[in-house]
């Protein structure tokens, strides 16, 4: 969805806007944080040790965010920087892009896609930085024990405060604050990233009774709607929606990854190759043969990240020592039992 958004802006034609509220790649970006709250809030439950799913989270995000990074600034920067070499690798901003490492946001490379319509480099890396920040609220919250199952009540109470501050007091959806790219654009992303969370922690509930949750969510939706509120409307059904889809567990879901996980690899590199297709081929061409091309070439390099570089990481984790983890319910009760917990 990130992708096919894009393709529309970097050929200089206006995006999609489903519900007229805001792109269809942001759609898919609101997806990505529901999601991500939901699955990383399962790593914790298995694994509730601070550093090790600290641990976790790095081997899954920064290799494959520094070889990009990497290919960028030695490969792709100076084959496509109108700059002689050495003016390339004589600049500061060549050299200031390597900060993206650190999750500093550089958008720039010095001579680079400068005939495009826009010249930004890799346009999707700044939701990164965003996504890391909530994963340390997130341990945060952990250690002080939000997520046990006698505190999901305050962890719903604070959700619940929270997004009524974004969506009913900083009133995200008009507040021109919220605009791209001022500093409060994205601000809604830590909301969607926590009520996956929360389905997570309350997942025995709502998937006893899935229907009549459906139902009590929709008509808060409409009512939102009807409040002039589509926004949070969204907020309130996309991510139930999504994650309850997800969790039907389908024979077609259950092999969508048979062939390796290139989520990450597509969302890290696709912009990066749509800017180099369209500085080879321009901007003149049809929509679906730009998009198909710079499919295939991303499809390419997220295979090769994932084979290469994602999952070679990931193998590490095996390093991490697994520990016996005490039943939360039954330590609870005082009927502690030890139980072998996955990595």
């Known amino acids: 969805m990130v992708l096919c958004s894009h393709q529309y802006a970097l050929l200089f034609r206006p995006e999609p806007r489903p519900f007229g509220l805001f792109t269809l790649g942001t759609l898919g970006v609101l997806i990505f944080f529901s999601v991500s709250g939901y699955l990383v809030a399962q790593s914790w439950d298995r694994d509730p040790h601070a550093w090790r799913f600290a641990a976790r989270r790095f081997l899954r995000i920064w290799p494959g965010l520094a070889v990009v990074v990497m290919l960028t600034v030695f490969c792709v ?201 369209i500085a080879v081929i321009g901007i003149r061409h049809a929509y679906a043969l730009s998009l198909s091309v710079s499919m295939a070439i991303t499809l390419a390099c997220a295979f090769a990240s994932w084979r290469l570089v994602e999952r070679p990481a990931l193998d590490l984790k095996r390093y991490l020592r697994t520990p016996i983890r005490i039943d939360e319910g039954k330590r609870e009760s005082g009927n502690v039992q030890a139980v072998a917990s996955s990595p």
């Open 77 to 277: 920067g100076p084959v496509f920087s109108r700059l002689s070499l050495g003016e390339y690798f004589r600049s500061e901003m060549t050299w200031k892009y390597l900060l993206q490492l650190c999750l500093r946001v550089e958008l720039y490379l010095p001579g680079v896609f400068e005939s495009n319509p826009w010249h930004v480099v890799n346009g999707s890396l700044w939701t990164i930085p965003i996504e890391v920040k909530w994963y340390a609220i997130l341990i945060v919250a952990c250690v002080c024990g939000l997520l046990l199952r006698r505190a999901r009540y305050v962890l719903l109470a604070g959700v619940l405060l929270y997004a009524i501050y974004i969506f009913g007091v900083f009133d995200v959806q008009h507040n021109p604050l919220a605009n791209f790219p001022l500093p409060a654009f994205g601000c809604e992303y830590g909301c969607f990233f926590c009520y996956g969370v929360l389905l997570q922690r309350w997942r025995q509930v709502w998937e006893r009774h899935p229907l009549l949750t459906l139902a009590c969510l929709t008509l808060l939706a409409a009512a939102l709607v009807v409040l002039d509120r589509q926004y949070a409307a969204v907020y309130v059904l996309l991510p139930f929606v999504v994650i309850g889809f997800g969790s039907l567990s389908t024979p077609l879901l259950r092999e969508a990854g048979r062939y390796g996980d290139v989520s990450y690899g597509i969302y890290i590199y696709a912009y990066m190759v749509q800017q180099a297709v």
